[in-house]
């Protein structure tokens, strides 16, 4: 799935094993399939359709575009944003590389997650274009279907790309992680949010972050887990984020 036409999804794109790894990455490229067959495709990129996003099939002759590797959505990189501990390590960059050029954006959820899946590899510029892409898909009437009905998947994915992806806000073996990066033009996002049954707010600096809670919450701090019951303040470190001070 998630070719130029018909519907995106994870159902048939690459599947998690018993070992905890999706199987089908390339051990020396690190890439992964989007489905059998698909690196045998002729390897068309989004270049070919001009400004991005677009509905391929509106552009190129369906059977040119069902030969080729042009994509609405990278299942991939959806991969990588849903289950980030279910793949290789060290695959998210040179996934990036292969499937971004390749992604018509013809799904709305698309500019998003891939803004998201950036913003996690450290390319926040990149990832803040896309994200004004998401942001503006209705209001610019990008695709030219908003007369249709507004996209209310890229509404809701442009928040996972400032949780997730800007914030680095996600819950791992029942802890709370931060790992926050910020574009460079952004000195500061302050988020509120429910977590693991708290009210939380979250407030990123350019050099710290604090994290204020209504109640007892674990959250990780380098390698370790530590219980914030009501405030802390988090640095960054080699080992990743850890909390400084807990009040």
Same mark, same amino acid.
């Not at 068309?44 to 677009?54: D, H």
């Not at 299942?75 to 050029?101: A, C, I, K, R």
């Not at 950036?118 to 007369?147: F, H, K, S, W």
């Given at each position: 799935? %998630?070719?130029? !036409?018909?519907? @995106?999804?994870?159902?048939?794109?690459?599947?998690?094993?018993?070992?905890? #790894?999706?199987?089908?990455?390339?051990?020396?490229?690190?890439?992964?399939?989007?489905?059998?067959?698909?690196?045998?495709?002729? +390897?068309?990129?989004?270049?070919?359709?001009?400004?991005?996003?677009?509905?391929?099939?509106?552009?190129?002759?369906?059977?040119?575009?069902?030969?080729?590797?042009?994509?609405?959505?990278?299942?991939?990189?959806?991969?990588?944003?849903?289950?980030?501990?279910?793949?290789?390590? =060290?695959?998210?960059?040179?996934?990036?590389?292969?499937?971004? +050029?390749?992604?018509?954006?013809?799904? @709305?959820? @698309?500019?998003?997650?891939?803004?998201?899946?950036?913003?996690?590899?450290?390319?926040?510029?990149?990832?803040?274009?896309?994200?004004?892409?998401?942001? #503006? *898909?209705?209001?610019?009437?990008? !695709?030219?279907?908003?007369?249709?009905?507004?996209?209310?998947?890229?509404?809701?994915?442009?928040?996972?790309? *400032? &949780?997730?992806?800007?914030?680095?806000?996600? &819950?791992?073996?029942?802890?709370?992680? &931060?790992?926050? #990066?910020?574009?460079?033009?952004?000195?500061?996002?302050?988020?509120?949010?429910?977590?693991?049954?708290?009210? &939380?707010?979250?407030?990123?600096?350019?050099?710290?972050?604090?994290?204020?809670?209504?109640?007892?919450?674990?959250?990780? @701090?380098?390698?370790?887990?530590?219980?914030?019951?009501?405030?802390?303040?988090?640095? +960054?470190?080699? %080992?990743?984020?850890? *909390? =400084?001070?807990?009040?």
């Amino acid at each position: 799935m %998630g070719r130029a !036409t018909g519907s @995106s999804g994870l159902s048939h794109g690459p599947k998690t094993t018993g070992a905890g #790894r999706a199987p089908n990455g390339n051990p020396a490229t690190g890439v992964y399939e989007q489905f059998a067959g698909y690196l045998g495709l002729e +390897p068309l990129t989004a270049a070919a359709l001009g400004r991005t996003p677009v509905a391929a099939d509106l552009v190129l002759p369906p059977d040119r575009l069902h030969g080729s590797q042009i994509l609405k959505q990278a299942d991939v990189l959806m991969l990588h944003h849903l289950v980030p501990d279910e793949v290789e390590p =060290g695959s998210l960059t040179p996934n990036l590389d292969f499937y971004q +050029p390749r992604t018509a954006h013809g799904s @709305s959820l @698309s500019p998003a997650i891939t803004a998201a899946v950036l913003a996690r590899a450290g390319r926040g510029e990149e990832a803040l274009d896309l994200l004004r892409v998401a942001l #503006r *898909i209705d209001l610019d009437d990008l !695709t030219g279907a908003t007369p249709s009905g507004l996209h209310v998947a890229s509404m809701a994915g442009a928040w996972q790309a *400032i &949780v997730h992806g800007f914030a680095g806000l996600r &819950v791992r073996d029942g802890a709370l992680e &931060v790992d926050p #990066r910020l574009p460079t033009d952004w000195h500061r996002l302050g988020l509120c949010l429910r977590c693991l049954g708290r009210r &939380v707010r979250v407030d990123v600096l350019d050099d710290h972050a604090t994290l204020r809670t209504d109640g007892p919450i674990p959250v990780w @701090s380098g390698h370790a887990i530590r219980t914030v019951h009501s405030e802390a303040l988090l640095e +960054p470190s080699d %080992g990743g984020w850890q *909390i =400084g001070q807990v009040m």
